[in-house]
């Protein structure tokens, strides 16, 4: 069964940084389309940061510039990098994967608190 | 950039039909994923490509999609169906991965 972890998770200060990470288990990160989705509370599913099987990664505006979407084969684990973070990045950040652009497979999610 | 909306709310009672809505422009054109979340947990996909379920997926689950208009359908409500809906397609003009606004299922 597919299985994925995020780790790295913390209370950050705005414009701080973090690295948070995915680690996958049963499938190449490498063989399938990786992505960053975030829900802050009370909110709705607010997509981050996708990488192609081939590596190309696209972001969304909120983001664009701040974050960067990485993955280490070696490692099957994917990242994300966030950088300048504000409190409106305070959210839930869910690692999900699938075979195609939609998402079958979800990991549990970790907390990243950006506060003073 | 590509915008899904979805109805905030939609309540049914036991054993009936719900109807969950995504609209879009030309959505019929695209291909739409649903997922489920309930209170405290992990999206879960019920929808692929318009209208495939995913293994262990319930056949009361059925998806259709045509014009401007998207539709998750659950046949014979239960109360475990209580969650928030979410759409989802894939922009290709942008490259980006868009949600819908979510729909919350209440069953009375």
């Known amino acids: 069964e597919v299985q994925l972890v995020e780790s790295g998770g913390a209370l950050v200060q705005p414009g701080g940084s973090l690295r948070i990470s995915c680690a996958a288990s049963?499938?190449?990160?490498?063989?399938?389309?990786m992505t960053w989705v975030r829900q802050a509370p009370g909110k709705g599913l607010e997509w981050v940061s996708i990488i192609f099987a081939g590596g190309t990664t696209y972001d969304a505006d909120s983001v664009k510039g701040r974050f960067s979407i990485s993955r280490d084969n070696s490692k099957n684990t994917m990242y994300l990098q966030l950088n300048s973070l504000r409190s409106e990045d305070t959210a839930v950040y869910y690692c999900?994967?699938?075979?195609?652009?939609?998402?079958?497979?979800w990991g549990q999610g970790t907390l990243v608190t950006v506060s003073s | 950039s590509y915008v899904l909306t979805q109805p905030p709310s939609v309540s049914v009672s036991p054993g009936e039909t719900a109807t969950i809505t995504c609209g879009g422009n030309?959505?019929?054109?695209?291909?739409v994923h649903w997922y489920q979340q309930k209170p405290g947990q992990v999206p879960v996909l019920v929808i692929y490509y318009d209208s495939d379920r995913p293994s262990g997926i319930p056949e009361r689950f059925s998806g259709s999609n045509s014009g401007n208009t998207a539709t998750l359908t659950i046949s014979r409500v239960e109360a475990g169906d209580e969650a928030d809906y979410y759409c989802?397609?894939?922009?290709?003009?942008?490259?980006?991965?868009?949600f819908g606004g979510g729909t919350k299922l209440t069953v009375l």
């Open positions: 030309n959505i019929g054109t695209q291909s």
């Open positions: 049963e499938f190449p990160v490498s063989h399938n389309y």
């Open positions: 999900a994967s699938g075979r195609d652009r939609y998402f079958d497979s």
């Open positions: 989802q397609v894939w922009d290709s003009s942008s490259n980006h991965v868009v």
